[in-house]
Nanobody
Framework: QVQLVESGGGLVQAGGSLRLSCVAS????????MGWYRQGPGEQRDLVAQ???????QYADSAKGRFTISRDSAENTVYLQMDSLKPEDTAVYYC????????????????WGQGTQVTVSP
């Protein structure tokens, strides 16, 4: 069983910063990627940033230049540093992990955290 636990959300004024953390626990062959998605009210869940085990990073256009994703592979933890926050960043932020259970690449599943609320006031 794989579990992801997020922390670090909260209420912040526009222009402020927050740092989200997500710790993965369980048993696996490898964690191939970890990332952050967000979902606003009535909206779909969209990718914010992702980092692979090889260190390849991808950002949504809305996150470029303001958000920074990092990963501590030894601690199975991914972070999202969010600076210059805007009211439109308000959403529930979800951590995800692509977990591989055997040496076979196809034996990979995606897991989600419970989500953490980020609210940015004007």
């Amino acid at each position: 069983q794989v579990q992801l636990v997020e922390s670090g959300g909260g209420l912040v004024q526009a222009g402020g910063s927050l740092r989200l953390s997500c710790v993965a626990s369980g048993s696996w062959f490898s964690v191939n990627a970890m990332g952050w998605y967000r979902q606003g009210p009535g909206e779909q869940r969209d990718l914010v940033a992702q980092i692979t085990s090889d260190g390849i990073i991808q950002y949504a256009d809305s996150a470029k230049g303001r958000f920074t994703i990092s990963r501590d592979s030894a601690e199975n933890t991914v972070y999202l540093q969010m600076d210059s926050l805007k009211p439109e960043d308000t959403a529930v932020y979800y951590c995800d992990a692509l977990v591989q259970f055997t040496k076979f690449r196809f034996d990979t599943r995606q897991y989600w955290g419970q989500g953490t609320q980020v609210t940015v006031s004007p």
